[in-house]
């Protein structure tokens, strides 16, 4: 023991036996990254990254792929393009019944009845106003007691009546689909059909080929008639020309024909029902067909339905 004196073999520059700063041994058994700017890579035996800055991820791994430029999901709701076309896939048929339909029908119509209501007694008037201009003259008796023969004045009544009733048609569809898009129309809505040319272009085509087929034994009519049911939904609600809008209905209507039919036997028989309550019935069962239809060409096209 030395006691009052300085160790011999102390360094006199570090008289407390310290490591001098800045050169500390690490601790054993532990490691430490080396300083930046050091050699040896991290753990996991990752590759170096690549040009661009990119990583890839570890074996086993997975990064999302980067943003944009996905594909539409299938059935997705385009704004042009012909059914099965530019994002037009049929949604699954197995979402539509007859019964929700007819549910959906009433259940909008209930919650606007009055402007349904009275956009049906404007539709009536007009017409009657029309035949009565052109057809409501009186006939002159024949020597052999038949009435006065085809006058121009009844064809250009006759052409004018059904052009004009192409238009209301195209009205009712436009307050169904303003309906299943979750508005409520007012009465200046159902007169937004769009373009007015293809309305009655395709309701000639659609009326020609009906009547065509009703010669052809019935059958052929009614078949063609019930395959262009949504025509005028597809010229208004898609903007389509009216050989597209046709081909379109055809091509929908087949997805779901099964279910489609036994919609348009409801419906028949609702109308009916209607006409016979001395046609005052026909206030709630037409405009509750029309959105009924409707919902059914949104469901089985893949649109949107408001609930």
Request: proline content about 12%; some cysteine; aromatic content about 12%.
């Amino acid at each position: 023991m030395t006691t009052g004196g300085s160790d011999p073999n102390q360094d006199p520059k570090n008289p407390g036996g310290y490591p001098p700063p800045g050169n500390y041994p690490p601790p054993s058994g532990g490691s430490y990254p080396p300083p930046s700017g050091g050699s040896y890579p991290p753990p996991g035996n990752y590759p170096p990254p690549q040009s661009g800055g990119y990583t890839p991820p570890p074996s086993g791994g997975s990064y999302p792929p980067p943003p944009g430029n996905y594909p539409p999901p299938p059935g997705a709701y385009g704004a042009s393009g012909a059914y099965g076309a530019g994002g037009y896939g049929p949604a699954p048929t197995s979402r539509l019944s007859v019964g929700d339909a007819l549910s959906y029908g009433w259940a909008k119509f209930s919650g606007n009845a009055g402007v349904w209501i009275l956009f049906m007694v404007a539709a009536f008037i007009i017409q009657a106003l029309i035949s009565g201009i052109f057809n409501g003259f009186d006939f002159t008796p024949d020597d052999n007691g038949f009435s006065a023969s085809f006058s121009a004045t009844n064809a250009i009544g006759t052409v004018v009546t059904t052009i004009v009733g192409y238009l209301i048609q195209a009205a009712f569809v436009r307050g169904a689909l303003a309906e299943t898009d979750g508005q409520k129309p007012a009465f200046g809505t159902f007169l937004q059909i769009g373009p007015i040319g293809a309305v009655i272009v395709a309701g000639l085509l659609v009326g020609i080929g009906t009547t065509i087929g009703l010669f052809l034994c019935i059958i052929p009519g009614l078949a063609f008639a019930f395959l262009t049911w949504w025509t005028m939904q597809f010229v208004i609600d898609r903007n389509q020309d009216a050989v597209t809008a046709i081909k379109s209905s055809f091509n929908a209507i087949k997805s779901n024909a099964g279910t489609l039919l036994l919609l348009a036997l409801a419906l028949l028989g609702i109308n009916l029902v209607g006409a016979l309550l001395c046609g005052l019935g026909l206030l709630v069962s037409v405009p509750v067909s029309i959105i009924a239809v409707t919902y059914a060409y949104r469901v089985t096209t893949g649109g949107p339905v408001a609930p």
